[in-house]
């Protein structure tokens, strides 16, 4: 598609309970970022996919994220147990490693997860 | 490891005036990318400008300026004539390589909010 696509926009989960989000890239990008933002604050690293390889999952809070990259083009962050300090925008981005390519990454709209 | 500082919260400005966000940034590596983001309320990240630490040349596009000092490790932007769509939040944001290698550290963010 024309840009980064994420879905579905807005999530409320029940504490506890196990949420799956998903982003689908430019097509063509070899890279993948999912990054966590709460509410006032700056977007922060989760993890980085390229293509299907997860070369950094330094970013992700606890071992209830896991995030996925199967076939080099869709990518799935999943939380499982969710708690209410899980509840942020998740913002996926995309980027080719073209140098020519001038506009760097990509983000998506998001995917607001409210924990109650 | 990287940071990104961006000290002021919130600016209201009246329209047509002039505002300067500061962003000041800390790095070891001697290549490093700055970026400029603006997250309109549909929450998106838009990219705005992307700059190599090899090239200090200043930068205008449009009503949009930006100013980089390295010797004082900073990167700020400047929204000449503002207009109500600029009320936005503006992230800055630095990478160790501009396309998709590396995960990007973002400051806090400056709301704007431009009055008419």
């Known amino acids: 598609g024309a840009g980064v696509s994420q879905s579905p926009r807005y999530k409320v989960a029940k504490r506890g309970q196990d949420v799956a989000l998903r982003c689908d890239p430019i097509?063509?990008?070899?890279?993948l970022f999912w990054y966590q933002q709460a509410l006032g604050q700056g977007p922060e690293f989760l993890t980085y996919?390229?293509?299907?390889?997860?070369?950094?999952k330094s970013g992700l809070p606890s071992d209830r994220f896991f995030a996925e990259r199967p076939e080099g083009s869709v990518s799935t962050l999943k939380i499982q147990r969710t708690q209410q300090e899980d509840s942020a925008v998740y913002l996926c981005a995309s980027s080719s490693v073209d140098p020519t390519f001038n506009y760097g990454y990509t983000f998506g709209s998001g995917t607001r997860l409210t924990v109650v | 490891a990287q940071k990104v500082t961006q000290a002021q919260t919130e600016i209201s400005v009246v329209e047509k005036e002039d505002v300067t966000l500061d962003c000041v940034y800390e790095?070891?590596?001697?290549?490093?990318?700055l970026f400029w983001y603006k997250q309109p309320p549909s929450g998106e990240l838009v990219f705005l400008i992307r700059?190599?630490?090899?090239?200090?040349q200043n930068e205008i596009s449009g009503r949009y300026s930006w100013n980089f000092q390295k010797s004082t490790s900073s990167f700020n932007f400047t929204i000449t004539a503002s207009q109500v769509v600029d009320s936005a939040v503006y992230f800055c944001a630095l990478s160790e390589a501009p396309y998709g290698n590396n995960r990007l550290a973002f400051g806090k963010g400056n709301q704007v909010v431009v009055i008419p």
């Open positions: 790095t070891r590596d001697t290549t490093y990318y």
């Open positions: 996919f390229q293509n299907e390889a997860q070369l950094d």
């Open positions: 097509s063509g990008h070899v890279s």
């Open positions: 700059r190599n630490s090899f090239d200090e």
